[in-house]
């Protein structure tokens, strides 16, 4: 039988990264400073504000372990999963640069529960179901180079901007709260010293959409738009193209599978959908009229490919005129505003090869 080279691949890698963490584990184990716990390795929030004005509140020493052995040791599970994910599927390098690499970056690291909220929010079971190159910038979103410690990323009065190994920016209040381009977070601990850099953990996940023109459209992906939103699990997004398609002819699994024609969509989460039910107590999509419902597919579907750069503005609202003939607005934090409500793009930039795709946390729509 012929052996499949990706799944031998992963195999591969796989193995070399339990080695590589098998051996940082050990050596986090062996040294106390090490532990997050420990009072020497942990500066809590609190400790952060009271001594932030203080000129001796420097970076501190370089410890004994990587950023990737503390995230390991210190249970920071999902992030680990992220790291290798990305390394499996597109050869990243960042479980060796956080473990062996001997530059200094400073890590914003999210804990368990903050990637669990985002997972929650866009209705997927774990890091593996969204699309690498995604994930890619989100981790990277998440990083700066250097050694900062908390003294110079929160301001002692005015807002600071962070710029990330991503080329995008947050800013920094002097409370410790991040404000990203599609999220913000708070900066629960700080100063974890590694020996390769330091770390801060935080308790969201911060959302790179990236309104500018620094960032280029993305590439036509190699899948359609119907066969990304199957394999990522859209399951009541898919259900409503299915349903239209069977009362009304109206084609749209043809199209978006098959059509050569480019699109924009703009995909509830699962979740979105079902918060959507509740809210009209329904049991599903079928419970709906399909007029209606193709309406509402409609209103979330925009001619050509517009990334993230073209929907989100730099600082004016921004109008978006959809299929349906009916418009709607963003601003410059990704927020949608509907006719009938609101929805945030909580991961743009999804590329298909007819089309891209930017994922929101309500389904939005075109009535009052």
């Not at 399951?235 to 199209?255: K, R």
């Not at 009229?289 to 993230?308: F, I, N, T, W």
């Amino acid at each position: 039988m012929k052996k499949n080279p990706f799944k031998l691949r992963k195999r591969v890698v796989s193995l070399a990264f339990l080695t590589l963490i098998a051996t940082v584990v050990l050596s986090c184990d062996n040294d106390e400073s090490a532990n997050f716990d420990s009072e020497a390795s942990k500066l809590t929030l609190v400790e952060t504000l009271e001594s932030m004005n203080n000129t001796a509140n420097r970076a501190p020493a370089p410890g004994a372990s990587p950023i990737a052995g503390i995230a390991v040791n210190a249970g920071f599970n999902e992030l680990v999963n992220a790291l290798v994910y990305v390394d499996l599927e597109l050869n990243a390098g960042l479980v060796n640069l956080f473990s062996t690499g001997t530059n200094q970056y400073t890590v914003f690291a999210p804990t368990d529960d903050a990637f669990n909220a985002l997972y929650t929010a866009l209705g997927i079971n774990g890091i593996n179901e969204l699309p690498a190159e995604l994930v890619l910038d989100v981790l990277k979103y998440h990083v700066i180079e250097g050694r900062r410690a908390a003294n110079s990323v929160v301001p002692p009065v005015k807002s600071r901007t962070i710029t990330t190994l991503l080329g995008a920016t947050f800013s920094v209040n002097k409370d410790a709260l991040i404000t990203a381009i599609g999220s913000t977070s708070s900066i629960t601990a700080a100063n974890i010293s590694a020996s390769n850099g330091i770390i801060h953990v935080i308790d969201q996940v911060l959302l790179p959409i990236v309104p500018s023109s620094d960032k280029p459209a993305p590439s036509p992906g190699s899948e359609s738009i119907a066969t990304i939103a199957i394999n990522a699990n859209f399951t009541e997004l898919v259900s409503a193209l299915v349903y239209v398609d069977d009362e009304l002819n109206a084609g749209l699994v043809n199209l978006f599978a098959n059509g050569t024609d480019q699109f924009t969509v703009f995909a509830p989460t699962n979740q979105a959908f079902q918060n959507l039910y509740a809210a009209l107590n329904v049991n599903g999509i079928t419970d709906l009229p399909a007029s209606l419902v193709l309406d509402v597919l409609k209103y979330h579907v925009v001619e050509g490919r517009r990334a993230s750069n073209s929907v989100v503005p730099r600082v004016n609202i921004r109008t978006i005129n959809t299929l349906l003939g009916v418009p709607f607005t963003v601003n410059s934090q990704g927020s949608i505003t509907a006719i009938g409500n609101t929805a945030t793009i909580v991961s743009p930039d999804i590329s298909a090869s007819n089309g891209i795709i930017h994922i929101i946390d309500s389904v939005i729509l075109p009535i009052q």
